[in-house]
């Protein structure tokens, strides 16, 4: 008898069938993509974290925060003074 064996995709494909199990994996979805435009847009300034938390007047430990994708709360002006920052402007939108 053969054995299928299953992958992350399997297993991903069938949790996401629970509505509460998705409704978390799309938030942190978000979240990290959030993350990763923050921290790619440091990296193409050249700035380190340290340098990007100084002229928001905030700590490094936050940016990582935010890097990381390690809150659960991104608040609208945080992002707006970072777009600002790095001559972006935050767009938001819902579909």
Do not use: C, P, W
């Amino acid at each position: 008898m053969k054995h299928k064996t299953r992958t992350f995709q399997d297993h991903l494909k069938e949790n996401l069938k629970d509505t509460e199990f998705k409704k978390y994996y799309q938030q942190e979805g978000v979240k990290l993509k959030i993350a990763f435009q923050i921290a790619e847009l440091r990296r193409k300034r050249g700035l380190t974290q340290t340098q990007l938390a100084r002229k928001l007047g905030t700590s490094q430990g936050n940016i990582a925060r935010l890097e990381s994708a390690d809150t659960d709360n991104y608040e609208v002006s945080t992002l707006e003074r970072i777009a600002a920052t790095m001559g972006k402007t935050l767009v938001v939108a819902f579909r």
